[in-house]
Nanobody
Framework: QVQLVESGGGLVQAGGSLRLSCAAS????????MGWFRQAPGKERDIVAA????????NYADSVKGRFTISRDNAKNTVYLQMNSLKPEDTAVYYC?????????????????WGQGTQVTVSS
């Protein structure tokens, strides 16, 4: 069992930056692929970025490429999402998720554990 707790959300002006963190419990974090998803009101939950278990392979949604960076520190059981050049359309609840496989997972249905989410609001 893995528990995930996100932090770092908040209100920021367009063009600003935020860094989300996701702290994981359990000794097996380093063997899990991780992902960040977001869900805006009235919309589906979409993947934003994903990273493999070692942190040497990543993938991003087209809408955030070049602006967001996913990374992980297995010694700290933490995955991060650095978000730069934020836009109002980035406003959503952001969730981290863990998949009990080594490689990158791109579908929400692949993920086994979810955090409770953290709100990100970007004002224009």
């Amino acid at each position: 069992q893995v528990q995930l707790v996100e932090s770092g959300g908040g209100l920021v002006q367009a063009g600003g930056s935020l860094r989300l963190s996701c702290a994981a419990s359990g000794r097996t974090f380093s063997t899990y692929a991780m992902g960040w998803f977001r869900q805006a009101p009235g919309k589906e939950r979409d993947i934003v970025a994903a990273i493999n278990w070692r942190g040497d392979s990543t993938n991003y949604a087209d809408s955030v490429k070049g602006r967001f960076t996913i990374s992980r520190d297995n010694a700290k059981n933490t995955v991060y999402l650095q978000m730069n050049s934020l836009k109002p359309e980035d406003t959503a609840v952001y969730y981290c998720a863990a998949d009990r496989t080594y490689g990158i997972s791109w579908r929400a249905s692949d993920y086994d554990y979810w955090g409770q989410g953290t709100q990100v609001t970007v004002s224009s």
